[in-house]
């Protein structure tokens, strides 16, 4: 059942030093689960503890993080949208002001509000049973604190659709609609990983760990890079990296 960090589960039952002890039947991503998300982010990744939605390949759609940070950081953003075909067709949706008519309809529809407030509440459930899956058990700094603008605005699609692929249909009201309106680019019986990321050669390696997360709120200080063709851009908003990537072809 372990396939990975020796030590973890290693014979008598000791975790290894530094090392969170974590629950029975908790699947750590693979290797290669790692090496893919990489490859699919442009960067190396840090403290990804799950893989909580996959291509039908099996290849990661989405990664989950650690509530906190191996550097001790709290880290609230729990769902991070990593295939490229997807992060940047919802990059399309946000570049066509999807998110302005969202806000606008969460003002008005209180029974949209209600639900995506219920969609807020799931995920910090969701978060709080992978901390404790992980090891990492409760982080209160981030109590109450969800990702994306939830539970009153929508800051971020991805998050949002990282929230939904994550949970199922029925759960994000907003990401099942922005997965919905992506279908004529990524839908989830398929899979779309033929070509979508460089797969040759060494994965990325160097520490590049202070790249800005999805939605990530002011709580973890650094704001995101600044993408100025975006309304929302000074909202800590994420660096895409399939924008520079469509940019460099
Ligand atoms: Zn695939």
Known sequence: MDQHAVGDNAPGGHPAKNEAPTVPGYSHPSARDLDVLSRQLGRPVRDVVEIPARCVCGNPLVAATSPRLSNGTPFPTTFYLTHPVITSAVSRL???????RMNERLAEDSGLAASYRAAHDAYLVSRAEIGERSGIGAVPEIDGISAGGMPTRVKCLHVLV?????????????????LEAISEWWTADRCYCDGAW?????APSQDLSRHGPQGLPEIVGRPAPVRNTQKHAEENHADEKTDSTEAAQ
Do not use: R
């Open 198 to 202: 460089d797969t040759g050669g060494e």
């Open 162 to 178: 990282g929230h939904s692929l994550a949970a199922g249909p029925g759960v994000n009201p907003l990401g099942d609609e922005a």
């Open 94 to 100: 946000e570049a066509a002001g999807l998110m302005n």
